[in-house]
């Protein structure tokens, strides 16, 4: 693809604009990740992923951490390259607030863009448990939230691995590369 060519015929930044994540990069960035939350003295009881991007991160964390609770949350926001909806929006099933009650929690996501979704996510946390603490792969300067714990900081749109590729099915309505 040429420089400044759009990716998989989406709209937004272009190639040249884009940090890329690889497979086994990924890997490293995640466990370097974890490694940083445990020289931090952070031992979380649960992980609180943010779906889908956030999966990924919980599960790896959840095995270098050796934290086997590990939850999920549903948080619609981008609607495609770059562009959200005004506010992210939380999509059932949500978590049952008792089942966090006094824990001490760790939401895991890919990036920290804008940082609502972190923010819905932890100011959702925040009443119910002992402590939460955010831990990113990314995070971009125009976060509101600033991460306790982050991998690397870009400015640029981001080619993970899991969304580089097209779906195999096509559904209707369907965000690609978001």
């Not at 900081?153 to 096509?170: E, L």
């Amino acid at each position: 693809m040429a420089e400044g060519e759009k990716a998989d015929g989406a709209g937004g930044p272009g190639l040249a604009e884009r940090e890329e994540l690889g497979w086994e990069l990924f890997g490293t960035a995640s466990r370097e990740l974890a490694q940083t939350i445990a020289d931090d003295g952070f031992a979380p009881d649960l992980i609180l992923s943010i779906a889908r991007g956030g999966l990924f991160v919980a599960g790896s964390l959840g095995y270098a951490l050796d934290v086997k609770n590990l939850h999920v949350m549903n948080v619609e926001f981008y609607t495609g390259v770059d562009e959200r909806l005004d506010l992210p929006v939380m999509l059932p099933p949500v978590p049952n607030a008792v089942d966090l009650t006094g824990a001490t929690v760790l939401v895991a996501d890919d990036v920290a863009d804008t940082g609502a979704t972190l923010k819905l996510v932890r100011d959702f946390c925040t009443d119910h448990v002992a402590e939460v603490r955010c831990a990113v792969i990314y995070e971009k300067p125009r976060s509101e939230v600033k991460c306790d714990y982050v991998w690397k900081y870009t400015d640029r749109w981001i080619n993970f691995p899991w969304s580089v590729q097209p779906p195999v099915i096509r559904r209707e309505g369907q965000v690609l590369d978001a």
